[in-house]
């Protein structure tokens, strides 16, 4: 595998850990302030957030598989 490879999978482990972390505290802060309507906009941005994130990662894939 290729050194730049190992960088790239690296930063996608510690992006998909941040976003997980970032989902969690949001959702912690939302169930402290009982806000319904942060509720809605949480789940909503946060997968949209993720859904965006996962086609980057299958466009990375499809370029990765076109140079090899």
């Known amino acids: 595998m290729d050194e730049s490879y190992k960088g790239m999978y690296l930063n996608m482990f510690f992006g998909k850990i941040g976003i997980v972390l970032v989902g969690l505290g949001a959702l912690r802060y939302m169930v ?37």
Do not use: A, H, R, T
């Open 32 to 68: 402290i302030s009982n806000d319904s309507k942060g509720y809605i906009i949480l789940f909503l941005g946060f997968s949209l957030v993720v859904s965006y994130i996962y086609y980057l990662e299958k466009s990375w894939d499809k370029q990765k598989n076109n140079v090899d």
